[in-house]
């Protein structure tokens, strides 16, 4: 101790050395040159993934607008041509025949507009749907009522009450219809007796 008090430093053992901090392991430079690269390639295929799915999807929006944005007006349209048909078919067929000539080109000329308007609208992806004669679709076709006919098979459309449309491949309106009832059985497509002999088989 010395005369003020204060405590003397230790001597230094010469032999012990300080304990060096240990040394950070050294990075080869190529592992990781090579591991930005792979890096820089998983994001740059990510990216070009998003971009491909964006110009997808932008695509299929952009047909489906210019498939499906008139849905509303063509709806309307369908309208006028209904009150256009009723019109027409509330003249009996007597007085078509006896109509004076300004009637009868008051007739046609409601015709000749329904016809256009048609045909303005399949113009444009709006297609009408007459299934009397064809299979019940539900899919396609409302029924309002069966209609019993041994001489029509059973379950195909006898009447059309109200004709429908479709747009692109969206039914735009149901066909309004009567379905037949009593008759025979269609017969099942080649696709169903297929179907049912795999069920048969798989059954077994």
Same mark, same amino acid.
């Given at each position: ?7 003397? %430093?230790?001597?230094? +053992?010469?032999?012990? =050395? ?9 990075? $080869? ?9 792979? +890096?820089?390639? $998983? ?38 041509? +209904? ?14 025949? *006896? ?10 000329? @409601? ?34 009522? =069966? ?9 195909? @459309? ?15 309106? %149901?066909?309004?219809?009567?379905? *037949? ?24």
């Amino acid at each position: 101790m010395t005369d003020n008090g204060a405590k003397a %430093p230790e001597p230094t +053992d010469p032999n012990i =050395e300080a304990a060096a901090p240990e040394a950070a392991p050294e990075i $080869d430079p190529l592992e990781q040159a090579i591991k930005e690269r792979d +890096d820089m390639r $998983d994001r740059w295929m990510r990216a070009l993934a998003e971009m491909e799915n964006l110009r997808r999807r932008t695509e299929r929006e952009v047909a489906d607008a210019r498939t499906y944005g008139i849905t509303g007006f063509a709806r309307d349209m369908v309208g006028i041509s +209904d009150n256009m048909r009723r019109a027409l078919d509330a003249v009996p067929a007597e007085l078509r025949a *006896s109509a004076e000539s300004g009637l009868k080109a008051l007739i046609e000329g @409601v015709e000749l507009t329904d016809r256009e308007l048609v045909k303005s609208l399949e113009k444009h992806g709006v297609k009408k749907i007459d299934p009397k004669g064809q299979k019940f679709d539900p899919n396609f076709h409302q029924a309002m009522f =069966e209609m019993p006919d041994p001489s029509v098979p059973a379950g195909m @459309v006898a009447q059309v009450v109200q004709e429908g449309f479709v747009i692109g491949d969206r039914v735009l309106r %149901p066909a309004l219809v009567g379905v *037949s009832k009593g008759g025979p059985k269609v017969a099942p497509t080649a696709a169903s007796n297929d179907d049912e002999a795999v069920n048969t088989r798989g059954q077994g």
